[in-house]
């Protein structure tokens, strides 16, 4: 498929062709061009909006941002004059299975998956992600498993996963829900006994050198393992659930490949998103993250109505990830009465971290959840947050995504009003210091967003009436 | 050549009911009374007013004063504007409401076949909708006659139902036909029947429209409902015709055109979730016909794999094509009424305009611009107030008075 016209066809090329040649007249132009944003809001997500501000940036960061008269635009910068318009960093999205091409593994546990190996850089997915204003997005697998694949933070702009990528191996995907075919005593019995594996496999390894058996060590070379860096000593295993003791024996390279992630999980050093779809399975989900030291390095993701176990999840100090249903609606089977309880308000209440997700790519993305949650009656700030900053620290990236402050990643929206408002659209979207995207030039959006007249049916003059769109770029008249 | 109409029949059957509905609905409305706070009013008819206090005497509003000063015993709100009308709410009925052994049951009314004790009426009012055009579900070709009522009041239909003009629904395209198939061997299903095409449903609307014009003149062709077709074709009942796709509108338009070129009449027309209006404009725009658009969706994709632009109410305000919105009675987060109207304004939709298109249009297109569809002295109090700007996803509607009477709903206290 074709991707938006801008795409930096220059850097393709040349990378096809030569790596050379990219580096040396693609890369360095595109990583000093200078660029300035001025923009008659910025909401920085650190501090109070800035009236008629503006944004500078390098290739990749954000140098300064401030209001106009405190900051000097160099003068080989290119600005973007935007005085009506609003700038906010890119949304944020904590989790989803979009972008990638079958959200499910059949095997039951498999950490050593990686999504990059399913990210589809051309996906629609991420097209719409920059129609909606999002420019950060942890990509996990999907639900319907025990242990699953390691997620991916990427960005929605480049040819590549690679030229994708802002954090790699952002945490790996549990479910303690059932998986298709299992029931929850099943699923929390193979979740345990997937740990359970582990700490015999790293006994095993354990006792194995101590009696001077250098199978492990064998094996690693005949599978072709690098001996480089930390990974080629050992090291006594850390762990706030289970150790094993004498894992200063093992090269840490010498672990089986397979469980490797999982000795991360239990350490403390890899993040875990446990799905949880209901309230019954919370108790279970903190449970099994205690037994076995996880529990600081978790992020529920929760099905619609597990606000019954807050108290739980707030006494644990486990932050949360809501799923697209704002509002949980139950009705008294006898007199009908519905009782309707919007989520996020009790998480904010017991002071549990949330983030909001996405109902779908398109029109109900993460602009369309955060305004609902207002209308609801959570606070701008707070709506705001759980689609920005609290995503961000989530994932361990709040000094580079989420926010405009100098260092952090350029990623920045303008919409033409409000970015919660209904009458504002996306206009221009920069990644990476990079404008990526430009409303006026989007040939997909005027299909969503205007139809394609089949040729010959444009509206006849005698209708009276103008039918070009009021910014004059609308494709109204027929291409006959 | 015009026939002479056996019409006094249907008056009959049109309008006995209703008269007798709305003469109870005065006598037992009264005590709804209150009075109401608001930031701005919008009012429908383009004028607003700030800081107005509105008041209502047994369901009709009695004043209107801008710049009031009130206690906090006044219910208030950032704004204020008339309850909302959907010509297209599929609330409150099941396939049980429409017959399915004939594809043609034009004498049979959707009003005997609601269920007003269905507690979906208050969850729909809650979300600001006070008026409906309810309709049959679309399981046969011609369904029926549809019915006007308020969301909430009366659990008798006879005092529910409004009197205003009538609508005989039915539906071009893939839903009357879907399911159907030719019978192998013996017939064994309801469903072995036809029509089992597009073409098929065509047939069936145009076969009855010729047999009933016919019929005066070859009695054997009168078919029960057939005076039905007569009060249509003389333009006192106006057709309300389910179309999704550019092809059904066109379908819908040949037929009104056909009958009007032989001389049988001149049709009213109304297409029903017209989600492909926007393709060719010219069609509605030539047969002087209105539509009603279906529910934004959220991948373009509408009705019968239909396309709808998001942009197409805004199109069709240019054009000067009247249309209004519709949430299909949803009352569910997001997808109300209300959103309706907020994503015809993200479409690019004027405020005022999306306003009228969910109050004033509809309420005109039944016949009943004097009684509801705007905030008037003298008109039926039927409010509903904001929490915010109207439509914007960050609003939400606080409460809803229908007939004066405020919705009582635990609903209601979301949204």
């Not at chain 2, 269905?118 to 049959?136: E, Q």
């Not at chain 2, 509809?362 to 509903?384: Q, Y």
């Amino acid at each position: 498929m074709k991707l938006l016209s801008n795409q930096l066809p220059l850097t393709l090329a040349a990378l096809a062709g030569s790596v050379t040649l990219a580096v040396t007249f693609a890369a360095p132009a595109v990583a000093q061009e200078k660029q300035a944003i001025k923009a008659g809001t910025i909401i920085t997500m650190d501090g109070a909006p800035i009236q008629n501000g503006v944004i500078l940036m390098d290739g990749t960061r954000v140098l300064a941002v401030g209001p106009a008269d405190q900051i000097e635009i160099p003068w080989d910068a290119e600005v973007t004059d935007a005085p009506d318009m609003v700038a906010m960093p890119g949304f944020v999205e904590a989790h989803t299975n979009s972008g990638i091409d079958r959200a499910n593994e059949t095997l039951d546990v498999t950490p050593f998956f990686d999504v990059q190996d399913s990210i589809n850089p051309v996906d629609f997915y991420f097209e719409d992600c920059l129609r909606f204003g999002i420019t950060t997005i942890n990509v996990q697998q999907g639900n319907n498993t025990v242990i699953a694949a390691m997620g991916a933070v990427v960005k929605p702009w480049g040819m590549t996963v690679d030229a994708q990528l802002v954090m790699p191996q952002s945490g790996v995907k549990m479910s303690v829900s059932p998986k298709a075919g299992k029931s929850a005593a099943t699923q929390a019995a193979t979740l345990r006994q997937a740990f359970a594996d582990l700490r015999s496999h790293l006994e095993q390894l354990v006792e194995e050198k101590r009696q001077g058996n250098d199978r492990a060590h064998r094996e690693a070379l005949a599978q072709g393992r690098d001996y480089e860096g930390e990974d080629a000593k050992g090291r006594a295993m850390t762990g706030k659930g289970w150790i094993v003791e004498g894992m200063e024996l093992v090269p840490r390279v010498e672990v089986d490949e397979k469980m490797a992630p999982l000795l991360k999980v239990v350490e403390g050093r890899l993040t875990v998103y446990m799905y949880c779809g209901a309230p019954a399975q919370v108790r279970t989900a903190l449970d099994i993250a205690k037994e076995n030291g996880f529990l600081e390095n978790m992020i529920l993701v929760l099905g619609s109505g597990c606000f019954k176990a807050a108290d739980q999840i707030a006494a644990a100090k486990v932050p949360v990830i809501l799923d697209e249903n704002l509002v949980f609606v139950e009705v008294d089977p006898i007199t009908e009465e519905e009782t309707r309880t919007f989520e996020a308000q009790v998480f904010k209440d017991k002071g549990i971290p949330f983030a909001l997700t996405s109902r779908d790519s398109g029109m109900e993305s993460l602009w369309y959840q955060a305004a609902m949650a207002v209308g609801q009656g959570l606070s701008r700030e707070d709506a705001l947050a759980a689609v920005t900053t609290v995503p961000a620290k989530l994932m361990g990236l709040e000094n580079r995504v989420g926010v405009i402050k100098p260092g952090a990643d350029a990623n920045i929206v303008l919409y033409n009003g409000d970015p919660l408002s209904v009458r504002s659209q996306v206009q221009h979207v920069f990644i990476d210091g990079q404008k990526v995207y430009d409303r006026s030039n989007d040939p997909r959006l005027k299909h969503l967003f205007e139809g394609q007249r089949p040729p010959g049916t444009a509206p006849a003059q005698d209708a009276g009436s103008n039918v070009e769109s009021s910014d004059g770029t609308g494709d109204k008249k027929d291409k006959e | 050549m015009m026939r002479p109409m056996k019409t006094l029949a249907l008056a009959a059957l049109l309008a006995g009911a209703s008269d007798r509905a709305s003469a109870q609905t005065e006598a037992k409305s009264s005590g709804a009374s209150g009075s109401v706070y608001a930031d701005v009013l919008y009012t429908s008819t383009g004028k607003t007013f700030e800081n107005v206090l509105v008041t209502f005497q047994d369901g009709r509003i009695t004043t209107i004063t801008p710049g009031a000063k009130v206690d906090d015993q006044v219910p208030h709100g950032a704004a204020l504007t008339a309850g909302m009308v959907d010509l297209s709410a599929r609330v409150a009925r099941s396939e049980a409401s429409v017959e399915q052994t004939n594809e043609v049951e034009a004498s049979l009314s959707v009003a005997g076949a609601l269920d007003l004790f269905d507690p979906n009426w208050a969850r729909l009012a809650a979300t600001g909708v006070t008026t409906v055009l309810a309709s049959p579900p679309d399981r046969n070709v011609v369904g029926g006659l549809s019915a006007i009522l308020k969301t909430q009041g009366p659990t008798d239909i006879a005092e529910r139902q409004l009197t205003g003009r009538s609508f005989l629904r039915g539906a071009m395209g893939d839903a009357p036909s879907s399911g159907n198939r030719p019978a192998w061997g013996a017939p064994n299903s309801i469903y072995n029947r036809r029509p089992t095409t597009r073409m098929g449903v065509e047939w069936e609307w145009r076969k009855a429209f010729i047999d009933a014009a016919s019929a005066p003149d070859y009695p054997e062709l009168e078919f029960p409902g057939a005076d039905v077709f007569r009060a249509v074709l003389a333009g006192n009942v106006t057709l309300f015709v389910q179309a999704f796709t550019s092809i059904d509108i066109r379908t819908a338009v040949f037929l009104k055109e056909e009958m009007k070129r032989e001389g049988f009449g001149d049709i009213q027309m109304w297409i029903d979730s017209g989600a492909e209006a926007w393709k060719d404009p010219q069609l509605l725009k030539r047969s002087n016909s209105g539509v009603v658009l279906p529910p934004f969706p959220a991948d373009g994709y509408s009705g019968e794999n239909s396309f709808m632009a998001w942009d197409v109410a805004k199109q069709m305000d240019e054009l000067g094509i009247p249309f209004t919105l519709s949430a299909y009675g949803s009352f569910s987060l997001g997808s109300t009424l209300g959103d309706q109207a907020g994503r015809a304004m993200h479409g690019g939709l004027a405020f005022d305009k999306a306003l009228a298109a969910v109050t004033l249009v509809p309420a005109r297109v039944l016949g009943l611009e004097d009684r509801i569809g705007s905030v008037e002295v003298g008109k039926d109090a039927d409010l509903v107030l904001w929490s915010g700007p109207p439509f914007e996803l960050t609003s939400r509607v606080l409460a809803v008075w229908v007939s004066g009477t405020p919705v009582t709903q635990s609903s209601s206290a979301t949204r």
